[in-house]
Protein backbone atom coordinates (compact mmCIF):
# COMPACT_ATOMS: atom_id res chain seq x y z
CA UNK A 1 0.00 0.00 0.00
CA UNK A 2 2.97 2.23 1.20
CA UNK A 3 4.53 1.43 -2.26
CA UNK A 4 1.25 2.57 -4.02
CA UNK A 5 0.91 5.54 -2.56
CA UNK A 6 4.57 6.56 -3.07
CA UNK A 7 4.22 5.64 -6.99
CA UNK A 8 0.96 7.78 -7.07
CA UNK A 9 2.75 10.30 -5.21
CA UNK A 10 5.84 10.23 -7.42
CA UNK A 11 3.68 10.05 -10.54
CA UNK A 12 1.87 12.90 -9.70
CA UNK A 13 4.52 15.17 -8.73
CA UNK A 14 6.07 14.54 -11.92
CA UNK A 15 3.24 14.65 -13.91
CA UNK A 16 2.83 18.58 -12.01
CA UNK A 17 6.09 19.05 -12.48
CA UNK A 18 5.53 18.32 -15.95
CA UNK A 19 2.33 20.62 -16.58
CA UNK A 20 4.28 23.58 -14.97
CA UNK A 21 7.20 22.88 -16.97
CA UNK A 22 4.41 23.11 -20.29
CA UNK A 23 3.04 26.02 -19.30
CA UNK A 24 6.25 27.90 -18.56
CA UNK A 25 7.75 26.89 -21.65
CA UNK A 26 4.25 28.10 -23.80
CA UNK A 27 4.32 31.27 -21.45
CA UNK A 28 8.18 32.19 -22.21
CA UNK A 29 7.51 31.27 -26.40
CA UNK A 30 4.80 33.70 -25.91
CA UNK A 31 6.80 36.69 -24.55
CA UNK A 32 9.68 36.09 -27.02
CA UNK A 33 6.96 36.08 -29.97
CA UNK A 34 5.97 39.13 -28.89
CA UNK A 35 9.25 40.42 -28.10
CA UNK A 36 10.37 39.76 -31.69
CA UNK A 37 7.55 41.04 -33.26
CA UNK A 38 8.19 44.07 -31.54
CA UNK A 39 11.74 44.47 -32.16
CA UNK A 40 10.89 43.70 -35.82
CA UNK A 41 8.19 46.35 -35.83
CA UNK A 42 11.08 48.51 -34.26
CA UNK A 43 13.60 48.18 -36.92
CA UNK A 44 11.25 48.24 -39.81
CA UNK A 45 10.04 51.78 -38.34
CA UNK A 46 13.53 52.70 -38.34
CA UNK A 47 14.04 52.00 -41.62
CA UNK A 48 11.05 53.49 -43.03
CA UNK A 49 12.19 56.86 -41.03
CA UNK A 50 15.81 56.46 -42.67
CA UNK A 51 14.22 56.03 -46.08
CA UNK A 52 12.41 58.98 -45.91
CA UNK A 53 15.00 61.03 -44.19
CA UNK A 54 17.37 59.53 -47.45
CA UNK A 55 14.46 60.58 -50.17
CA UNK A 56 14.26 64.37 -48.60
CA UNK A 57 18.06 64.41 -48.85
CA UNK A 58 17.70 63.17 -52.25
CA UNK A 59 15.19 65.25 -53.52
CA UNK A 60 17.00 68.10 -52.37
CA UNK A 61 20.74 67.63 -54.12
CA UNK A 62 18.35 66.45 -56.88
CA UNK A 63 17.03 69.89 -57.21
CA UNK A 64 20.10 71.65 -56.91
CA UNK A 65 21.56 69.76 -59.73
CA UNK A 66 18.90 70.44 -62.20
CA UNK A 67 19.08 74.20 -61.52
CA UNK A 68 22.55 73.40 -62.27
CA UNK A 69 22.17 70.92 -65.25
CA UNK A 70 19.94 73.38 -67.02
CA UNK A 71 22.49 75.84 -67.55
CA UNK A 72 25.26 74.12 -68.17
CA UNK A 73 23.96 72.34 -70.79
CA UNK A 74 23.25 75.16 -72.86
CA UNK A 75 26.44 76.55 -72.69
CA UNK A 76 28.62 73.30 -72.98
CA UNK A 77 26.10 72.46 -76.59
CA UNK A 78 27.17 76.24 -77.80
CA UNK A 79 30.57 75.22 -76.87
CA UNK A 80 31.13 71.47 -78.44
CA UNK A 81 29.40 73.16 -81.34
CA UNK A 82 31.51 76.91 -82.03
CA UNK A 83 34.64 74.17 -82.43
CA UNK A 84 35.25 74.14 -85.74
CA UNK A 85 36.04 70.10 -85.78
CA UNK A 86 32.27 69.58 -85.28
CA UNK A 87 30.76 66.99 -82.91
CA UNK A 88 33.56 64.78 -83.11
CA UNK A 89 36.30 66.68 -80.64
CA UNK A 90 38.95 64.82 -79.30
CA UNK A 91 38.89 63.27 -75.66
CA UNK A 92 41.12 66.17 -74.18
CA UNK A 93 39.00 68.86 -75.51
CA UNK A 94 35.69 67.23 -74.54
CA UNK A 95 37.20 66.01 -70.97
CA UNK A 96 38.20 70.34 -70.52
CA UNK A 97 34.66 71.55 -71.86
CA UNK A 98 33.56 68.97 -69.16
CA UNK A 99 35.59 70.52 -66.01
CA UNK A 100 35.05 73.84 -67.65
CA UNK A 101 31.70 73.41 -66.21
CA UNK A 102 32.04 70.79 -63.51
CA UNK A 103 30.11 67.96 -64.77
CA UNK A 104 31.25 64.65 -65.04
CA UNK A 105 30.83 63.50 -68.34
CA UNK A 106 29.61 64.76 -71.73
CA UNK A 107 28.03 62.45 -74.25
CA UNK A 108 27.32 63.61 -77.44
CA UNK A 109 24.29 61.22 -79.09
CA UNK A 110 23.78 60.33 -83.43
CA UNK A 111 20.06 59.84 -84.48
CA UNK A 112 20.15 56.34 -83.95
CA UNK A 113 20.75 56.52 -80.31
CA UNK A 114 24.73 55.41 -79.97
CA UNK A 115 27.06 57.75 -78.42
CA UNK A 116 29.88 58.42 -80.99
CA UNK A 117 31.45 61.05 -78.57
CA UNK A 118 31.96 60.95 -74.85
CA UNK A 119 34.83 61.66 -72.15
CA UNK A 120 33.35 58.33 -70.26
CA UNK A 121 35.28 56.05 -73.25
CA UNK A 122 33.75 52.80 -71.29
CA UNK A 123 29.97 54.27 -73.04
CA UNK A 124 31.56 54.81 -76.50
CA UNK A 125 29.34 53.22 -79.04
CA UNK A 126 26.89 51.73 -76.62
CA UNK A 127 23.15 52.27 -78.27
CA UNK A 128 21.19 54.13 -75.77
CA UNK A 129 17.89 53.00 -77.67
CA UNK A 130 18.37 49.49 -76.68
CA UNK A 131 17.78 50.11 -72.77
CA UNK A 132 14.16 49.67 -72.84
CA UNK A 133 11.18 51.18 -75.16
CA UNK A 134 10.15 53.92 -73.34
CA UNK A 135 13.75 55.31 -73.11
CA UNK A 136 14.08 54.77 -76.88
CA UNK A 137 10.54 56.75 -77.35
CA UNK A 138 12.04 59.48 -74.77
CA UNK A 139 15.43 59.65 -76.81
CA UNK A 140 13.48 60.18 -80.47
CA UNK A 141 11.38 62.59 -78.69
CA UNK A 142 14.23 65.37 -77.61
CA UNK A 143 15.74 65.39 -81.66
CA UNK A 144 15.99 68.66 -82.56
CA UNK A 145 13.62 70.21 -80.26
CA UNK A 146 15.75 73.26 -78.60
CA UNK A 147 14.99 72.51 -75.31
CA UNK A 148 16.79 71.01 -71.85
CA UNK A 149 14.95 67.32 -70.87
CA UNK A 150 16.39 65.82 -67.48
CA UNK A 151 16.07 62.75 -66.25
CA UNK A 152 15.52 61.87 -62.61
CA UNK A 153 18.89 60.45 -60.94
CA UNK A 154 19.16 57.19 -62.00
CA UNK A 155 21.64 53.78 -61.25
CA UNK A 156 24.19 53.74 -64.41
CA UNK A 157 23.65 49.96 -65.97
CA UNK A 158 27.38 49.98 -66.62
CA UNK A 159 29.04 51.27 -63.90
CA UNK A 160 26.12 51.18 -60.77
CA UNK A 161 26.89 55.24 -60.05
CA UNK A 162 24.02 57.58 -59.22
CA UNK A 163 24.05 60.25 -62.15
CA UNK A 164 21.45 63.06 -62.76
CA UNK A 165 21.08 63.32 -66.77
CA UNK A 166 20.22 65.95 -69.01
CA UNK A 167 19.97 66.10 -72.49
CA UNK A 168 19.94 68.80 -75.07
CA UNK A 169 19.08 68.68 -78.54
CA UNK A 170 19.28 71.89 -80.76
CA UNK A 171 16.43 73.12 -82.91
CA UNK A 172 16.72 71.26 -85.90
CA UNK A 173 19.62 69.37 -85.27
CA UNK A 174 20.00 65.26 -85.21
CA UNK A 175 21.93 64.68 -81.92
CA UNK A 176 21.67 65.23 -79.01
CA UNK A 177 24.13 66.48 -76.07
CA UNK A 178 24.13 64.74 -72.96
Known amino acids: MKRKIFLWSALL ?6 IVSGIITLIGID ?6 KSLQQE ?3 HINNDFVIFDILLRNIETKMLKDADS ?12 TKGLLLPDTELRNIADKYDVNDIYII ?8 TTFSPDLNFNLMTI ?8 KSIYGKGKVFNSRISISKKTGILNLYSYYS ?9
Request: glycine share 4%; hydrophobic share 40%; net charge negative.
Open 170 to 178: PVGSDYIIE
Open 72 to 83: KIQKIAKEVISH
Open 43 to 45: ILT
Open 110 to 117: NNEGSIFN
Open 132 to 139: DDSFAEFL
Open 31 to 36: KTNKSL
Open 13 to 18: IISSML
